[in-house]
């Protein structure tokens, strides 16, 4: 496990690649949330300081979003010792047998965002960054200290340890903004709290693109080569998961379908109908609908009333049971009701 962005490394690649994250991706999503910084520390702990997207969104924005610190800690193994030039607290080259932490509480005068050069050049010429005890992981004391401190994380994990990071920032009450993989939904330590309306989904969930180091394998789909050489592979089920507020959750869906019970069949072993498509939704049914993951980014919780789940019909409390119609097993859903019927 090391660096930024390592999506799904288990599921996704059968070697050791490492997913990374595009400012892009950042950017578009984290823009968003704006408000959300005024006067905040930003942890990123899974984090390349400067060489990942995360980190060096936050540089660039850090006096557009008047942060008041923003901290990157890295793995063993982390890219920026590629940065040739940069050097620790103590004047010494970066070394890839150690993890790092940058603390930045102050760049530039200004109030706008600042550009690579700048940024490039603030980071050679200050010593902010300095090694770690440890290897790293964001669950060992010293970077739960750096955790206590912060307001807000935001980060990519490693998939394999996404679970461990989310449940560590409920459990220190931690503002977040989480890339991640959609079957994350269900998991029965972070479905309760999407349930229960403390944790939702942010802007983009679907299709995302993640740079490749350059020793990744070819595949078939998936896979390209750009015209500067820079390899990309990317999935189709993404997300953003977030507690932080935004206009996307308060916006209402619009109905137009209406209850037909020939084109809505009931599940073979619980009392709820089967509604294949988020857009086929009618506007008029006042029991339980089972629905698909992607419905959650349409979300309201003024509009619709999360009931639990259908999945294996044991992950926890709210998973009521595992779908089926006419004797065949169907894809899991998220059960709903409508509060508001037409």
């Known amino acids: 496990m090391k660096g930024n962005s390592i999506l799904n490394k288990a599921k996704y ?6 997913w990374y994250t595009t400012y892009e991706t950042v950017e578009e999503e984290v823009n968003h949330y704006t408000t959300h910084f005024y006067n905040k520390i930003v942890l990123c702990n899974c984090d390349d ?28 193994g ?17 070394n890839k047998k150690k993890a790092y932490v940058m603390e930045v509480e102050k760049i530039g005068s200004g109030s706008e965002e600042m550009e690579d050069e700048e940024i490039e050049c603030f980071l050679k010429s200050t010593a902010l960054i300095k090694k770690l005890n440890g290897d790293g992981n964001f669950c060992s004391k010293e970077c739960i200290e750096y955790l206590e401190e912060a307001d807000i994380v935001v980060t990519n994990p490693p998939f394999s340890k996404f679970i461990d990071l989310f449940s560590l920032l409920v459990k220190f009450d931690k503002k977040f903004l989480l890339i991640g993989n959609q079957n ?3 998991y029965k330590e972070i479905f309760p709290h999407i349930k229960n309306g403390k944790v939702w989904l942010g802007y983009k969930f679907g299709d995302m693109a993640f740079m490749v180091p350059d020793d990744t394998q070819p595949r078939k789909t998936r896979f390209w080569i750009d015209e500067n050489g820079q390899k990309w592979r990317s999935i189709g089920n993404a997300m953003w998961l977030t507690n932080l507020d935004n206009e996307r959750k ?6 137009t379908a209406h209850y037909n019970p020939e084109k ?13 498509r988020v857009s086929d939704i009618p506007m008029d049914y006042c029991g339980i609908m089972g629905v698909p993951l992607t419905y959650l980014k349409y979300h309201n919780d003024e509009q619709f009333e999360i009931v639990g789940e259908a ?3 044991s992950d926890n409390e709210y998973d009521l049971f595992k779908p089926k119609i006419k004797g065949k097993e169907i894809f899991k859903r998220i059960l709903i009701k409508n509060k508001k019927i037409r």
Not at 250 to 255: A, G, I
């Open 13 to 18: 690649s059968k070697n050791t690649d490492e």
């Open 78 to 94: 982390s890219r920026i010792v590629e940065n040739v030039g940069i050097l620790d607290e103590r004047s010494s080259e970066l």
């Open 264 to 276: 809505y069949p009931k599940y073979d072993n619980f009392d709820a109908i089967n509604v294949s």
């Open 184 to 186: 994350a939904i269900t």
């Open 311 to 313: 999945n294996h019909g």
């Open 49 to 76: 300081p400067y060489a990942s997207a995360f980190s060096r969104y936050f540089l660039k924005n850090f006096n557009v979003l008047k942060l008041k610190k923003l901290i990157c800690t890295s793995y063993v």
């Open 250 to 255: 308060h916006q209402e869906l619009k109905l």
